[in-house]
């Protein structure tokens, strides 16, 4: 919705262009009227759209052309007024103003203009169908014809209003005035509304469901009375009702005819509640709310965000096997514009989450889908929450469907937290198994694995983790380590990290010590150390230290062994959540370790200041001793 409306005036001389200006602030005629009425500012309150409106008059006698064009270009809206009793005065708005108008503006300009019929009062019957109905089919920009009179304060309000109702609620974007229908876009995203209304999925809008929408468009319940009045008009249209539902052809007639009635207003309410610009695109601000992430904290869905994608889900469920063909999934994304095109999900998703045996996502995997993109792209997800129509209330948005976490420092200080999603860094060498280790968390055995083309194999793998008897979600990510050991330290901007190795390898853990050496040892983080491919004959590590005689030498989590050759054991990812969840626990050891060690090195200085001081008090106590 536009912040102001600003409404220029033009016509030829005396035709009482300042005269209407003067009448609506004044409510009375003035016999004396200046050349040109200065700007005027009507205020909010007084207007029936509450928004403040700028009218500006323009005078041949005070003003030279180029101030013309520039107030053209400045309006939002142009009232061109014509004498009713003045022949010439009518002709030149096909002649002069509106090829100006479309000299000035270009040719396909979209600003709305209003022809303006003023001194009416000298005229017993009417002009307009003689006058400016001709002229307004030849020219779709303009929106209606106002007959008016200063003098006798005829239409005068009305003509303003209609010039503000033009502006705030255009009919160009909605109907196509020369073929009598709504226009493509306006259709499109009119039956988008009606997909999201349909909460049944029975492409028919019921008497529950029709009331939902007057309560979520309007904030008013569809009395009896109204709907059935509705349904009486629009059961004249042969397709618009079936088995006492409204169908998505009765829907459209619905809004064909507010418009035709006038009743822009209406249709505008409905599009601009789901988000519709005046160009009928997603406006920005609709979409990308503003959501303000502290550093280190992270984002997760909220109870109203899980509830709304549930209920999703269970929708497009339509066989209710509580999964999603790639049909369903179709079906549920193709609200979100291009015929589903801009469907967020690619191909990895599948190799992301839990799926069934067909590679279709369950119920699980799609939660855990949202999940993820809620932890990883928390803009993207409000901006597809806002196309798949979330809204928990009344002047809500997608920010209520998603919690901003507490600080990760602030959870190690007090020792708890209250997240639900955890982020598990995996660094390893490559070919040490971190792919089977990431499909592992899926329960994928390496022969499906085997299976995969490499651009379907995903960074990121998420699912549930029990965690003392609570569900958590643990989401794994692949890092990639450089030939040097190095990666992006971006990377370590996570609760836990898996160091992988392979125990067939005799140069794989070297790797690791390194990077936990280097990166970790000082990070604060949790770490574990993971033997991948256990079921291959151990190999001695090229390294001083056995990798369970670095877990213990650095106080680390006792070493755990993996293996995805046959069913997969989920104590490794068991393990790596309850790191996540409870790091003091882990930490504690490792600070344990940097204070033995602290306190080892001082317990030796200090010995050592304590033998010097004792051997100058023994040297000092002799020389007192000795004779002079």
Excluded at 66 to 84: F, H, M, P, R
Aim: contains cysteine; hydrophobic residues 40%; aromatic residues 10%.
């Amino acid at each position: 919705m536009r912040k102001d409306v600003r409404i220029l005036l033009v016509g030829d001389s005396q035709v009482g262009k300042t005269s209407l200006i003067l009448s609506l602030v004044s409510e009375e005629f003035a016999e004396e009227v200046p050349p040109r009425a200065e700007e005027i500012t009507i205020p909010a309150d007084v207007t029936p759209e509450r928004v403040p409106t700028h009218i500006v008059d323009y005078s041949r006698a005070d003003q030279d052309e180029d101030t013309l064009i520039d107030e053209i270009q400045k309006a939002d809206v142009l009232c061109i007024v014509y004498s009713v009793d003045q022949p010439e005065s009518i002709s030149r708005i096909s002649c002069y103003w509106l090829p100006l108008l479309k000299e000035t503006l270009g040719l396909d300009h979209t600003v709305p203009v209003i022809l303006v019929g003023n001194k009416s009062d000298l005229l017993e019957e009417s002009t307009m169908e003689v006058a400016a109905l001709p002229i307004m089919n030849e020219h779709p920009e303009i929106e209606t014809c106002v007959e008016c009179s200063a003098k006798t304060m005829k239409n005068i309000s009305e003509l303003f209003y209609y010039a503000q109702k033009s502006v705030l609620h255009p009919t160009a974007p909605l109907y196509n005035g020369e073929k009598g229908c709504l226009t493509a876009e306006c259709v499109r995203a009119l039956l988008r509304v009606f997909v999201i209304c349909d909460s049944d999925n029975d492409t028919l809008l019921n008497d529950a469901e029709l009331s939902d929408f007057q309560r979520r468009c309007f904030n008013l319940p569809l009395e009896y009375e109204a709907l059935r009045e509705v349904k009486q008009v629009v059961g004249k249209y042969v397709a618009g009702l079936r088995e006492g539902g409204l169908t998505e052809a009765g829907f459209l007639f619905l809004h064909t005819l507010f418009i035709q009635r006038g009743r822009h207003e209406t249709t505008w309410a409905v599009l601009r509640h789901f988000g519709y610009g005046d160009n009928l695109q997603m406006s920005a601000d609709y979409l990308y709310p503003s959501l303000r992430v502290p550093v280190g904290s992270s984002t997760e869905l909220s109870h109203l965000g899980y509830t709304f994608l549930l209920k999703l889900f269970d929708k497009f469920d339509v066989d209710r096997d509580c999964c999603l063909s790639a049909l369903e999934l179709d079906n549920l994304f193709a609200v979100c514009g291009g015929g589903g095109r801009l469907r967020p999900w690619g191909a990895s998703v599948n190799n992301e989450v839990p799926t069934n045996d067909k590679c279709w996502i369950t119920r699980q995997g799609y939660m855990a889908k949202w999940t993820l993109m809620a932890y990883l792209e928390v803009v993207r997800t409000m901006e597809y929450l806002a196309y798949l129509g979330y809204i928990a209330g009344e002047n809500d948005c997608q920010t209520s469907a998603v919690t901003v976490t507490r600080e990760r420092r602030v959870d190690l200080e007090r020792r708890s937290t209250n997240r639900t999603v955890f982020h598990c860094a995996v660094l390893g060498p490559r070919t040490c198994g971190k792919t089977g280790f990431l499909q592992g968390l899926l329960g994928r055995r390496l022969k499906y694995q085997q299976s995969l083309n490499r651009e379907d194999i995903p960074r990121y793998t998420i699912n549930t983790v029990p965690v003392y008897g609570q569900d958590k979600y643990l989401i794994l990510h692949e890092v990639t380590v450089g030939i040097a050991d190095n990666f992006d330290k971006r990377d370590l901007d996570c609760d836990v990290v898996a160091l992988l190795y392979d125990v067939s390898d005799p140069k794989s853990f070297g790797c690791v010590a390194r990077i936990y050496k280097q990166y970790l040892i000082d990070a604060r983080i949790p770490c574990l150390i993971v033997a991948c491919k256990s079921d291959l004959p151990s190999a001695a590590q090229e390294y001083q230290a056995t990798p369970a005689r670095f877990a213990r030498l650095f106080r680390l989590t006792e070493l755990q062994r993996f293996s995805c050759l046959g069913d997969v054991d989920s104590e490794v990812y068991v393990k790596l959540a309850t790191l996540a969840a409870y790091p003091h626990l882990a930490l504690g050891q490792s600070l344990r370790r940097s204070g033995k060690l602290g306190f080892t090195g001082g317990r030796l200085f200090t010995f050592g200041c304590l033998v010097t001081i004792s051997a100058l008090c023994y040297f000092g106590y002799r020389l007192l001793r000795s004779p002079r």
